[in-house]
């Protein structure tokens, strides 16, 4: 079985600064997909990035770049220039390749962005 | 385009009742899976279903919960007998075809609380 260990419960960082959030995962999987969700107060989970582990570049997406270490089964992601809108729990997920469907998440990091 | 809509957003339910929660999935969107998120956890897996099919139910209680997709109208999730152990926020997501991960959308949840 799969799982997903986010070792922050908590974090905060000054508006503009840059934070990177943590996140190890344990499989035997050669073929899987790793996923960085946020869940603002609103509730709504809302994908941030996704890093198929057959690549090995670094997925990014604006001021959200992820560093995948994946001999050392490590997933973490970086927020550049953060903004007050950032300000929400951060959930890394897991889900096996081929015809799999399942996500496995972590028990998350609130991370909070301050003026 | 309409999102995965989930209704109630709210529910109040008195021990012993019944929870019926509704997911209509994304337009194209052929598979729903349905997530529990208990307080300070992340999302664990329930169920996954296409059009009048369950496919894995691995993560649903044995007792009192319940899940379809007919084909016609919303996937319902059923908890019968609600117990207080039972209140947590209800996400259901939609995908095309299962795999990759691409297009995994979720709703915005509903949460349960059992008084």
């Known amino acids: 079985a799969q799982t997903v260990t986010q070792s922050q419960p908590e974090m905060s960082v000054q508006e503009a600064e840059t934070v990177t959030l943590s996140c190890t995962y344990d499989t035997s999987e050669s073929n899987y997909y790793l996923f960085w969700y946020k869940q603002p107060p609103s509730r709504q989970m809302i994908l941030v990035i996704r890093q198929e582990a057959y690549k090995q570049q670094n997925a990014t997406e604006n001021r959200f770049s992820v560093n995948f270490q994946k001999a050392a089964k490590s997933f973490s992601l970086k927020i550049s220039d953060s903004q007050l809108g950032d300000t929400a729990m951060y959930f890394c997920a897991f889900m096996r390749g081929g015809s799999n469907y399942k996500l496995t998440f972590g028990k998350g990091t609130l991370l909070t962005v301050n003026p | 385009n309409a999102g995965v809509m989930q209704n109630p957003r709210h529910l109040v339910r008195r021990r012993g009742q019944e929870a019926r929660l509704r997911c209509s999935p994304m337009?194209?969107?052929?598979?729903v899976y349905w997530y529990r998120q208990l307080p300070e956890e992340g999302l664990k897996f329930m169920v996954y279903?296409?059009?009048?099919?369950?496919?894995?139910e691995s993560g649903m209680p044995k007792e009192r919960f319940s899940a379809e997709f007919p084909k016609e109208g919303p996937s319902i999730l059923r908890i019968q007998q609600v117990v207080r152990g039972d209140s947590a926020a209800y996400f259901c997501a939609s995908s095309p075809p299962a795999g990759t991960g691409d297009g995994y959308t979720f709703g915005s949840g509903t949460r349960l609380t059992v008084v």
């Open positions: 279903l296409q059009k009048e099919n369950i496919i894995d």
């Open positions: 337009k194209g969107h052929s598979h």
